[in-house]
């Protein structure tokens, strides 16, 4: 499953860290500037994450900040 993700005031430590305390496992893992105040995050996670985990992965990334994203690509 991918995700792209836009962040405001966030980081890949940030995104790690996140998917270390929902028990995720990551595949790969990019991160690319979309402004000054913006960076965009592409994540792979493997196929054997629970989808529970993986919702409340989503979910938790949009609580940090109101601006930022996370879509499935």
Do not use: W, Y
Not at 20 to 42: A, R
Not at 51 to 68: A, Y
């Amino acid at each position: 499953m991918r995700f792209s993700i836009n962040m405001c005031r966030g980081s890949l430590v940030d995104i790690i860290k996140l998917a270390e305390e929902k028990s995720l496992l990551i595949e790969s893992i990019e991160q690319g500037p979309i402004n000054d105040d913006m960076v965009n995050i592409k994540i792979k996670l493997l196929k054997d994450n629970e989808i529970h985990s993986v919702d409340s992965f989503v979910n938790s990334i949009k609580e940090l900040n109101s601006l930022n994203t996370c879509d499935i690509i």
